[in-house]
C-alpha cells in the first residue's frame, strides 16, 4: 500500500522532508513502544508484548525524541499517546533519553551556526509566540476533514473510513482525532502537517480491505494500483511543470555572472536547489510577514519594549509580493537596474506589456514566461 501511495512518497517526499522524516520516525517508533502501548493492540490479535521492555522504551523514545526535534509539533502525537505508555520504566528512561537528544541538538547547532542555536524554539516563536504562520494563508476548521484528509489518504480514504468505525475506541483512534482535533484549531492549515498519521490510517485501510471478499478484491486493487499510479505521473511530470522547466531552462540560458528576477509568488521554484548556478545573481519577490518581537520581547509583556502590531495594521500589512501585484509594472519600473531575465507567470503577461518590450519571451509549459 505505501509502495503505491502518491501524496506521501511520490509527491510529497521531495516537498518537505522534515514532514516525511518525522513520518518514518513515528511509524518505527510504534514497535519499539512500551508493552503496555495499545497502539500495537488494534488489531485484537496482536497482544503487543515484547522479549526486552528496557531496550523496546529506549529505541522508542529515541525515535520520538527525534522526531519531536525535527518537528515540534510531533510532540503532539506522543502527549496523545502518553496516558495509553504511562509507567515508572518510561519516566525514568524519558529523564535520560529526553535531555541527552534535546543538549545533542543544541551542540550540534552551535557548532554549525557558530553561535548558541535552538531551532525548535524559533520553530515556536514565529508560529505562537508571534502567531505569523497565518500570513502564509488560512482555512476553516473543516480543512482536514473535507480536503486534507481526502488529499493524502486519495483512493484509501474509503477504506481507512471503513476501518476506522470497526475500532472506533482504539488508540490509533484517539491519536487521529487528537492530532486533527489540534491541528485544526491552528488558522494555518496544509495537508502536510497531518501526514504523519498516514501510517495509522494506512493500518486502517489495511484491515478494511483484509475484509473484502477475494472476488471483489480482485477488482478493486487494480482500479487503486492505476489510479494511484496515474495521480503520481500527473503530480510529478505535469502538474506545475512550467516552474520546473523554467529552472532548467535558465540553467542553461543565463550568462557567466548573469542575473534573473523571479516575479511570481513565493516558492513558486525550486530556486538554487535546482538552478545550481552560484554565479547567477538571482532574485525574487520576497513574502516576508512583520517579524517584530525578539526573545526579550517574548519574555516581556510591556508594549513600550516590545511595539506590536495591531489587528488592523496586521491586516494592512504588504509584503513585497502584495506590493508587487498591486503595481506590477509601476514596481519594475521604480528598480534602479532590471535583471538580464525575468521569470513571471503568462497571467501577468498584460500588466507588463511596457517592460515584456526590451526582452525575448520564452513561453514554457503551464503559462511561465521567460
Not at 521531495?14 to 488494534?42: E, K, W
Not at 526486552?52 to 522526531?67: F, K, R, T
Not at 502590531?309 to 508587487?324: G, H, I, P, T, V
Amino acid at each position: 500500500m505505501e509502495l503505491v501511495y502518491p501524496h506521501a512518497d511520490i509527491f510529497k517526499f521531495a516537498r518537505d522532508n522534515s514532514h516525511c522524516g518525522r513520518t518514518r520516525l513515528l511509524a518505527l517508533a510504534v514497535p519499539f513502544s512500551p508493552p503496555n502501548n495499545p497502539l500495537q493492540q488494534v488489531n485484537p490479535g496482536t497482544t503487543g508484548r515484547h522479549t526486552n521492555p528496557c531496550s523496546n522504551v529506549s529505541i522508542s523514545l529515541v525515535l520520538a525524541s527525534i522526531a519531536v526535534l525535527l518537528r515540534p509539533t510531533s510532540i503532539i502525537t506522543f502527549l496523545i499517546l502518553l496516558p495509553f505508555s504511562l509507567s515508572a520504566n518510561l519516566f525514568l528512561h524519558a529523564l535520560v533519553i529526553g535531555p541527552t537528544a534535546l543538549l545533542c541538538t543544541i551542540v550540534l547547532d552551535t557548532l554549525y551556526f557558530r553561535r548558541p542555536t535552538f531551532p525548535a524554539w524559533n520553530f515556536l516563536r514565529f508560529n505562537f509566540f508571534e502567531d505569523l504562520s497565518v500570513f502564509y494563508g488560512s482555512m476553516a476548521p473543516h480543512y482536514y476533514l473535507s480536503q486534507g484528509l481526502p488529499m493524502i489518504l486519495t483512493t484509501y480514504l474509503p477504506f481507512s473510513l471503513h476501518g476506522l468505525s470497526l475500532f472506533p475506541v482504539s488508540v490509533y483512534t484517539v491519536v487521529i482525532a487528537g492530532v486533527i482535533a489540534a491541528f485544526s484549531y491552528v488558522a494555518h492549515k496544509e495537508a502536510r502537517f497531518i501526514s504523519p498519521l498516514s501510517p495509522l490510517l494506512l493500518v486502517f485501510a489495511g484491515h478494511s480491505l483484509a475484509r473484502v471478499p477475494r472476488r471483489i478484491k480482485r477488482i478493486i486493487l487494480p482500479i487503486i494500483l492505476i489510479v494511484n499510479i496515474g495521480i503520481a505521473y500527473y503530480a510529478t511530470r505535469v502538474h506545475q511543470s512550467g516552474v520546473i522547466g523554467v529552472i532548467h531552462h535558465l540553467r542553461k540560458d543565463i550568462p557567466v555572472n548573469g542575473s534573473v528576477g523571479f516575479l511570481m509568488p513565493c516558492y513558486s521554484t525550486p530556486w538554487q536547489a535546482f538552478l545550481q548556478r552560484p554565479d547567477v545573481d538571482a532574485w525574487k519577490l520576497s513574502c516576508d510577514p512583520p517579524l517584530t518581537y525578539s526573545v526579550t520581547c517574548i519574555l516581556s509583556d510591556s508594549d513600550s519594549v516590545c511595539p506590536r502590531l495591531s489587528r488592523e495594521e496586521r491586516k494592512s500589512y504588504l509584503d513585497e509580493a502584495d506590493r508587487f501585484y498591486q503595481d506590477p509594472e509601476g514596481f519594475i519600473k521604480a528598480m534602479p537596474d532590471l535583471p538580464q531575465r525575468l521569470v513571471f507567470f503568462e497571467s501577468l503577461a498584460l500588466r507588463l506589456e511596457g517592460i515584456r518590450a526590451k526582452y525575448v519571451e520564452v513561453i514554457l509549459p503551464e503559462g511561465s514566461i521567460c
